[in-house]
């Protein structure tokens, strides 16, 4: 009877002991497998890297993942996934759901984040942060985001606002449609997506449809050139090609939803607004 009682009142200990533990991370995931390369990002930013065992073929930031173990690209591979013993893969659902699903129910423990907008991504370093025992570095980092998405916001959010126009192949011609997290990039900055009579993410749009917009500002993330962009029929009169308004960028700056979207961000508003970009603070953008 003593040692029952013993027991029961020992019983909150026990239970507060359990959430200490959880809290500071020793349940937290250890080996991480990513299958997304924004997701591999996000793990870094709060400081998870070292538990990171594989990414896929196309994850190439921060430099040292592309030392670690592939377990494939765009199709992955289950044998080589349940080889490495992973805790936890995750990734982002609009990309990767059936091969979480399908890794779920081989037993695998599996995180499905869904960033589809540029304030996901708070909450998905957050939801990071608590899986990998980094919550505080990732409620800071996601606070250092929001503050300076805020400040640019409030910056250019007033008129005018220079029609844009976003290359991200060319074979067939894509951009983004205005329910992308990159269109929202371009309103942050101060621009206006020609794009937005698109419905979906990322789209095809036509020469002709884009000739007809007329944008102001070109930017290129598929390696073409200004000159090539002057060459096509009928772009030789586009506002853009006249002023000379075409910029190249990084596809992954603004292919990817992670922090490092600011850094595309703030050089869209130094293409659209060059004298108020000056003005603007870098100090809360460093969130790693």
């Given at each position: 009877?003593?040692?029952?009682?013993?027991?029961?009142?020992?019983?909150?200990?026990?239970?507060?002991?359990?959430?200490?533990?959880?809290?500071?991370?020793?349940?937290?995931?250890?080996r991480i497998i990513s299958l997304t390369p924004s997701?591999?990002?996000?793990?870094?930013?709060?400081?998870?890297?070292?538990?990171?065992?594989?990414?896929?073929?196309?994850?190439?930031?921060?430099?040292?993942?592309?030392?670690?173990?592939?377990?494939?690209?765009?199709?992955?591979?289950?044998?080589?996934?349940?080889?490495?013993?992973?805790?936890?893969?995750?990734?982002?659902?609009?990309?990767?759901?059936?091969?979480?699903?399908?890794?779920?129910?081989?037993?695998?423990?599996?995180?499905?984040?869904?960033?589809?907008?540029?304030?996901?991504?708070?909450?998905?370093?957050?939801?990071?942060?608590?899986?990998?025992?980094?919550?505080?570095?990732?409620?800071?980092?996601?606070?250092?985001?929001?503050?300076?998405?805020?400040?640019?916001?409030?910056?250019?959010?007033?008129?005018?606002?220079?029609?844009?126009?976003?290359?991200?192949?060319?074979?067939?011609?894509?951009?983004?449609?205005?329910?992308?997290?990159?269109?929202?990039?371009?309103?942050?900055?101060?621009?206006?997506?020609?794009?937005?009579?698109?419905?979906?993410?990322?789209?095809?749009?036509?020469?002709?449809?884009?000739?007809?917009?007329?944008?102001?500002?070109?930017?290129?993330?598929?390696?073409?050139?200004?000159?090539?962009?002057?060459?096509?029929?009928?772009?030789?009169?586009?506002?853009?090609?006249?002023?000379?308004?075409?910029?190249?960028?990084?596809?992954?700056?603004?292919?990817?939803?992670?922090?490092?979207?600011?850094?595309?961000?703030?050089?869209?508003?130094?293409?659209?607004?060059?004298?108020?970009?000056?003005?603007?603070?870098r100090a809360p953008i460093r969130s790693r």
């Amino acid at each position: 009877m003593k040692e029952r009682k013993f027991f029961l009142k020992s019983l909150p200990f026990f239970f507060f002991f359990f959430l200490i533990l959880v809290h500071y991370g020793y349940a937290s995931a250890r080996r991480i497998i990513s299958l997304t390369p924004s997701v591999t990002e996000m793990l870094f930013t709060i400081g998870a890297g070292n538990q990171v065992a594989a990414v896929t073929t196309a994850d190439d930031y921060p430099p040292v993942v592309k030392m670690l173990p592939k377990i494939g690209g765009v199709q992955v591979s289950y044998e080589k996934i349940l080889a490495l013993k992973p805790d936890l893969v995750v990734g982002e659902k609009s990309l990767v759901g059936n091969q979480l699903e399908r890794l779920k129910q081989l037993g695998i423990h599996t995180l499905a984040l869904n960033t589809k907008t540029l304030w996901d991504i708070p909450a998905s370093l957050e939801i990071l942060g608590e899986k990998t025992g980094h919550f505080k570095k990732a409620e800071t980092a996601a606070s250092n985001f929001l503050k300076a998405l805020n400040q640019i916001k409030k910056k250019f959010d007033h008129p005018p606002f220079p029609r844009v126009f976003v290359e991200l192949g060319d074979h067939p011609l894509l951009t983004t449609g205005r329910t992308s997290f990159l269109s929202e990039a371009i309103q942050i900055a101060g621009g206006k997506n020609i794009g937005d009579f698109l419905p979906k993410g990322f789209e095809m749009i036509s020469e002709e449809e884009v000739v007809a917009k007329n944008p102001q500002v070109i930017i290129l993330a598929d390696g073409e050139t200004a000159h090539e962009i002057a060459e096509r029929p009928g772009w030789s009169k586009v506002s853009a090609v006249l002023n000379k308004k075409i910029y190249s960028i990084n596809p992954d700056l603004v292919m990817r939803p992670d922090t490092r979207i600011l850094i595309s961000i703030l050089k869209m508003s130094s293409w659209f607004h060059p004298i108020s970009q000056a003005s603007i603070s870098r100090a809360p953008i460093r969130s790693r």
